[in-house]
């Protein structure tokens, strides 16, 4: 139980187009889901809190209009990178909360290449 | 401002020897812990988490971890660590009754399991 896949789990665009990454539970409800980036051999930076049914929260200096989150339904979340730059280039792993044990689950993270 | 101390950011080990990974966390408050392992290209599995109750707490893969209020620790253990353990490891913290289950991690410690 508690799974969270993404998808895709990896994607080359190019310099200016969107791209935009799918966060599922599978096997639970998620009111609360969380997007993060890493880089190299980095630790995780969270960069938005994502609710259903309202708003994203995004932390400070993460440019909302850019990294666009939608929380449609208790078991999808969306992040979409508007025209990317290559500077965009990481790895986005979003993750879930399961409410019964307080617990987040993470996805198996997306490796966005912008050339 | 509350953080998360991940002491080694790598440890070499040789096989079928004990490893222990430290972490220490700044805090005033009641927290949750966690310890999540990361292996290449991959998100992050939950190995073990600490709520309350008794400090040693079993994790999956043979891992446990003790938790010490008086020094603000929960330091991972295994006694006999396999070449497959090789991974990054992070310790992440969640503090009760804010952030709204917001994790705060830790910089990530790279076990390096050798035959």
């Known amino acids: 139980g508690a799974v969270v896949s993404q998808h895709p789990s990896w994607v080359i665009c190019k310099s200016g187009t969107s791209v935009k990454i799918e966060c599922r539970s599978l096997?639970?409800?998620?009111?609360?889901m969380f997007w993060y980036r890493q880089f190299p051999k980095q630790s995780l930076m969270l960069m938005a809190t994502s609710n259903e049914g309202s708003k994203a929260t995004y932390e400070q200096g993460v440019e909302k209009d850019k990294f666009l989150i939608n929380h449609a339904s208790l078991t999808l979340s969306t992040l979409t990178v508007t025209s990317a730059h290559p500077e965009d280039s990481s790895f986005y792993i979003c993750s879930a909360i399961l409410a019964a044990t307080d617990t987040q689950y993470f996805g198996p993270g997306t490796r966005l290449t912008v050339l | 401002a509350q953080s998360v101390t991940q002491l080694d950011s790598q440890v070499p080990v040789f096989e079928e020897a004990p490893v222990e990974l430290r972490c220490n966390y700044s805090s005033s408050v009641s927290v949750y812990l966690f310890w999540y392992v990361q292996y290449p290209n991959q998100g992050l599995q939950l190995l073990l988490k600490y709520l309350s109750g008794s400090t040693l707490v079993k994790g999956i893969n043979g891992f446990e971890a003790e938790f010490n209020k008086s020094q603000t620790s929960l330091h991972l253990r295994k006694p006999s660590v396999h070449i497959s353990d090789t991974a990054e490891y992070f310790c992440?913290?969640?503090?009760?009754?804010?952030?709204?289950?917001?994790?705060?991690f830790g910089q990530g410690t790279e076990l390096s399991v050798k035959p």
């Open positions: 992440a913290v969640t503090y009760l009754g804010n952030q709204g289950g917001k994790l705060i």
């Open positions: 096997d639970f409800q998620a009111t609360t």
